[in-house]
């Protein structure tokens, strides 16, 4: 009986532990002040936020396990990679903290590097061109077309010997011209990343954008189509890239897929970065990725209704979508003429109520556009040795940077109108709206006569 065992016997042998317990246990990890501050801008009622305040107070100082491992409960993280698996129908998804880790995580899975020339489009966030340089790998900038993604033309005429990747980008909910982009790198044996980070939830005939090349990259911070703070996606349907791409987020793979595992396969360990996405995150996106394909259906619909009431107008183009019914619609876009007339149109429909804006022709900087991208421009480097851009294995890659080296871009942007569609507009809204856009560009443009963008 341990009542009877003497206070001195050791522990291991039936004894009293001598430290059964603490006493001294410190504050909560989070602050209730800096936590309810941050609560307070996602207007929860009064009452919950006391809740929440109350229960935050109380905890003690071993929370919170934001970690996907060792959590007691199902990882929110594994989870919202499986909910990916299921709604993207790939084998593999592997969740990261940002569009721009999956970015860098796909390239280095794919094995970009030194030697290896990257195509990626005149018209793109930075992320996309930024990653290139970062895995030490060289951009080379194509133009686009009247869709504002990739001219499959100009991939063509840009590829060398030395060209190892494709970067389509599917730009504001629309797609790039996937078809003669996947025969051309099956053509030339290219590695095709498609970056997602704009059209998550959109569709090329029939195909989930994402799922077409050999990786896709999706964003899904509070900006985008889906997520509500920062976070990223990698899909993919080949093992050896999952697992590549597993090793490059958690600094080569501790969880590989057990904690410390020797390499399983040629080229699967070598040094990572750490890009793991929290639980808190994984908590918050989870729920956020679940109403991705209402809220695509919701846009495809809206648009729909605007753009079949739409006239068509001389000297105005609409935006060429590859697949109007793939696309997500959470922008209509035209092209005026020229910018004034672009910047005159966009003011009338703004004084009508209907949000508008143009991009090029400002003042302010646009890292969307590759005029731009002064690191990109300029070969700009970390190290003062130039890094990338002069390493040997990097001699005579790439193009001579000039802002105006895409002149398609730049005439496309210079004069294109963005109308914010916004995916909860009822049927009347939707009307308005239409009649709104017409007149407008009625006032400013004769009528062809026909009908329905
Ligand atoms: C096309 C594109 N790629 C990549 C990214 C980078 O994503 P994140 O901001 O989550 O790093 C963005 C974000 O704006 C984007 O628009």
């Known amino acids: 009986m341990r009542g009877s065992v003497p206070a001195d016997t050791l522990a291991i042998n039936g004894g009293p532990q001598a430290m059964p317990t603490t006493e001294g246990v410190g504050p909560g990890k989070i602050g209730v002040e800096e936590f309810m501050e941050l609560a307070d801008t996602w207007g929860f009622s009064e009452e919950t936020k006391a809740a929440i305040a109350a229960a935050i107070a109380r905890e003690p100082d071993t929370s919170p396990m934001l970690s996907r491992y060792y959590n007691p409960r199902p990882s929110k993280v594994k989870m919202l990679e499986e909910l990916a698996c299921q709604l993207f129908d790939v084998p593999y998804a592997l969740a990261v903290n940002s569009g721009t880790s999956a970015l860098n995580t796909a390239?280095?899975?794919?094995?970009?590097?030194?030697?290896?020339?990257?195509?990626?489009?005149?018209?793109?966030?930075?992320?996309?061109?930024?990653?290139?340089?970062?895995?030490?790998?060289?951009?080379?900038?194509?133009?686009?077309?009247?869709?504002?993604?990739?001219?499959?033309?100009?991939?063509?005429?840009?590829?060398?010997?030395?060209?190892?990747?494709?970067?389509?980008?599917?730009?504001i909910g629309t797609c790039a011209d996937m078809d003669p982009i996947m025969a051309l790198a099956r053509k030339h044996n290219l590695i095709v990343i498609e970056d997602t980070a704009q059209a998550c939830g959109g569709s090329y005939k029939g195909k989930r954008l994402g799922t077409i090349g050999d990786l896709g990259c999706f964003s899904i911070s509070s900006y985008k189509i889906t997520g509500g703070g920062e976070a990223g996606l990698v899909l993919t349907h080949d093992h050896h890239l999952y697992i590549r791409a597993q090793n490059n987020h958690d600094t080569g793979?501790?969880?590989?897929?057990?904690?410390?595992?020797?390499?399983?396969?040629?080229?699967?360990?070598?040094?990572?970065?750490?890009?793991?996405?929290?639980?808190?995150?994984?908590?918050?996106?989870?729920?956020?990725?679940?109403?991705?394909?209402?809220?695509?259906?919701?846009?495809?619909?809206?648009?729909?209704?605007?753009?079949?009431?739409?006239?068509?107008?001389?000297?105005?183009?609409?935006?060429?979508?590859?697949?109007?019914?793939?696309?997500?619609?959470?922008?209509?876009?035209?092209?005026?003429?020229?910018?004034?007339?672009?910047?005159?149109?966009?003011?009338?429909?703004?004084a009508e109520g209907i949000g508008a804006h143009t991009r090029g022709g400002k003042t302010a900087r646009d890292w969307h556009i590759f005029a731009y991208w002064q690191h990109i421009m300029e070969r700009k480097s970390a190290t003062p040795d130039g890094c990338p851009w002069t390493c040997e294995k990097n001699a005579g890659l790439g193009q001579d940077y000039s802002p105006d080296m895409c002149p398609r871009a730049l005439d496309l942007l210079g004069r294109a109108v963005f109308i914010g569609v916004n995916q909860w507009w009822t049927e009347n809204d939707c009307d308005r709206v239409a009649a709104g856009i017409n007149?407008?560009?009625?006032?400013?443009?004769?009528?062809?006569?026909?009908?329905?963008?």
């Open 107 to 171: 390239y280095v899975a794919a094995g970009l590097g030194p030697g290896c020339e990257v195509i990626v489009p005149a018209y793109t966030f930075f992320a996309t061109v930024a990653e290139v340089v970062t895995a030490r790998a060289i951009p080379v900038i194509a133009d686009i077309d009247e869709s504002l993604t990739l001219d499959p033309k100009d991939v063509e005429r840009k590829i060398t010997p030395r060209t190892k990747a494709i970067v389509p980008v599917h730009m």
């Open 253 to 350: 793979a501790c969880w590989r897929p057990d904690r410390y595992a020797v390499e399983q396969e040629e080229g699967e360990l070598f040094a990572g970065y750490n890009y793991k996405l929290s639980e808190l995150e994984g908590s918050v996106n989870l729920p956020q990725l679940r109403k991705m394909p209402d809220q695509v259906k919701r846009w495809q619909k809206v648009k729909r209704q605007i753009v079949r009431q739409l006239n068509h107008f001389e000297g105005v183009t609409p935006q060429q979508v590859r697949d109007p019914d793939g696309e997500v619609g959470y922008n209509l876009i035209y092209f005026a003429p020229d910018g004034p007339t672009a910047e005159a149109t966009a003011e009338a429909l703004n």
């Open 439 to 453: 007149k407008v560009l009625g006032a400013f443009f004769p009528s062809t006569g026909a009908v329905g963008w």
